[in-house]
């Protein structure tokens, strides 16, 4: 299994490459990283810093240049808040992880369950009901569900009941005034955690829910109910075993697309992540906080996607990893 990791790590090599390359380019031909020194009309620290760019060579050369500044650490410092460009995605990214972190792990759970009792009730009251929600949940926007979430547990208990308001920005494990994971964090957590999980709950269960009948229906549950296996034993060891590996790839990919994919909901809830950052880099041109985001991102995805394979041969023993 290591040496299948490492090929996979090797082979997504050139994959990044490319991707951070077309990014790279991207993002140079649309923004100028010179425009506030242009702004302060000083041609020798303008010519200066146009060298030590790269800015007049092939772009080619210019993507080298780059990566090798990301690779030794050097990322450069925001022209949007002259803060390191380091610092900045470090301390995005340990908040995103842990909002991340929170939904998929209830996400998991509650899909599961609900996957898990739909398929063993399949075409019951409860199914129906289930289904009928899930539906409802894949349908709901996360910008309008957030605003509706402030509304209801923030707006109107301080309005007509004239209730504390509670917390509606998240802080993290390391803000200030944070001394670690006490109540006062989960509170902070609870409606981000809401609006993210009610689309994942909805549609991993759903997929839980498929997978589950497909395994119940599969020729070896057959074989092992005509043996006299127990039905418990059966649902839990055989069916629910086998239908936990799609599942886990599904919620690495979806969990890879959250790191750099959450712009909604951290805007909302005004959470300095990963999707907000990308956001006010995007609109004020900043190179320099752009380009390693990206690259961060893409390596997100590797990594995630290498885990569900990984998960998958665990939970399979018939896959085989080569």
Do not use: C
């Amino acid at each position: 299994m290591l040496r299948y990791a490492v090929r996979r790590l090797a082979y997504s090599v050139p994959v990044v490459l490319v991707a951070s390359f077309v990014f790279f380019w991207a993002v140079r031909s649309t923004f100028d990283p010179l425009t506030k020194l242009r702004q302060a009309r000083d041609p020798g620290v303008l010519a200066r810093e146009s060298a030590r760019l790269g800015l007049e060579r092939p772009v080619l050369e210019q993507y080298g240049l780059w990566m090798k500044a990301f690779v030794t650490g050097d990322w450069g410092v925001s022209t949007r808040t002259g803060d390191r460009a380091q610092a900045m995605i470090g301390s995005a990214l340990g908040t995103t992880l842990q909002l991340v972190g929170w939904a998929v792990l209830f996400a998991v759970v509650v899909a599961l369950a609900i996957g898990t009792y739909s398929a063993a009730r399949q075409y019951s009251a409860g199914d129906h009901l289930l289904t009928g929600l899930s539906y409802l949940g894949v349908a709901m926007p996360a910008f309008w569900l957030g605003l509706l979430l402030i509304q209801v547990f923030a707006i109107w208990p301080r309005e007509q009941f004239g209730l504390e308001q509670p917390p509606l920005y998240f802080v993290g494990l390391h803000s200030p005034g944070m001394s670690g994971v006490n109540a006062d964090y989960f509170r902070h957590l609870v409606l981000p955690v809401m609006t993210l999980t009610v689309g994942l709950i909805a549609s991993w269960s759903r997929f839980s829910r498929a997978s589950m009948l497909e395994a119940l229906n599969s020729d070896y549950v057959k074989t092992a109910r005509a043996k006299g296996v127990p039905p418990r034993r059966i649902f839990l060891r055989h069916a629910l075993r086998n239908s936990l590996a799609p599942f886990v790839t599904v919620v690495a990919a979806d969990t890879a697309l959250l790191i750099g994919g959450l712009v909604v909901t951290e805007q909302i809830f005004a959470i300095s992540g990963m999707g907000r950052l990308f956001l006010d880099s995007l609109l004020a041109g900043d190179v320099y906080v752009l380009l390693p985001w990206m690259l961060i991102v893409a390596l997100a995805m590797v990594l995630f996607n290498l885990a569900a394979d990984l998960g998958y041969a665990l939970l399979d023993p018939r896959v085989t990893l080569r």
